[in-house]
């Protein structure tokens, strides 16, 4: 029997003063603190989302595009996936598939890849899915632009279809091979 079982029993048969007494005050349960880690994660969470939408508000569509698909290529430089795979496509999608469960159609034919990212919160750890807003996604197309460029070894478009962020349950990126 747990301590909650116990004390219902206990106030049940009438002795719950009895046993609160002997026992002291019972404190309230609280969730554990956060760690400063996470704390800090969770102001620069809300610093770049507040940041987004300022950016999102005052800049063109297309300036706001440009800038976060840069961030997205410096993010992708840094894991050097693309590079590891670099002409091994096949490789690459296998090693997605394994790791974070994205599903990958390619259309040798006309040079498309689909790229479709497993359901769930976004892979970013830099998104609050509550405030971040949808503008961020374009980090991910530069993501998936400079991925593709390193593993096919030539220029790629990305254009973003789905996104978790807009309210869809996957992400899903079209991307075309020149």
């Known amino acids: 029997m747990d301590r909650k079982e116990f004390l219902k029993s206990a106030c049940g048969l009438g002795v719950c003063g009895c046993a609160l007494n002997l026992l002291g005050a019972v404190p309230p349960l609280h969730a554990a603190e ?6 800090r994660m969770a102001f620069v969470r809300y610093q770049l989302s507040k940041l987004l939408g300022f950016m999102a508000a005052d800049l063109p569509a297309e300036a706001c595009a440009g800038i976060l698909e840069k961030t997205g290529r410096e993010c992708a430089k840094l894991g050097q996936l693309g590079a590891t795979f670099k002409g091994d496509p096949e490789g690459y999608f296998a090693a997605a598939k394994k790791n974070w469960g994205t599903d990958f159609a390619w259309d040798k034919e006309k040079r498309v890849v689909t790229v ?3 359901e769930g919160d976004c892979g970013c750890p830099l998104v609050s899915k509550r405030r971040t807003p949808a503008v961020w996604c374009n980090c991910s197309v530069g993501y998936q632009k400079e991925s593709f460029e390193a593993i096919f070894g030539r220029p790629v478009q990305a254009r ?7 309210g869809s349950k996957r992400c899903v990126f079209e991307i075309a091979v020149a």
């Open 160 to 166: 973003l279809k789905e996104s978790k962020l807009a």
């Open 116 to 118: 479709a990212v497993a």
């Open 34 to 39: 956060p760690s400063a880690e996470e704390q």
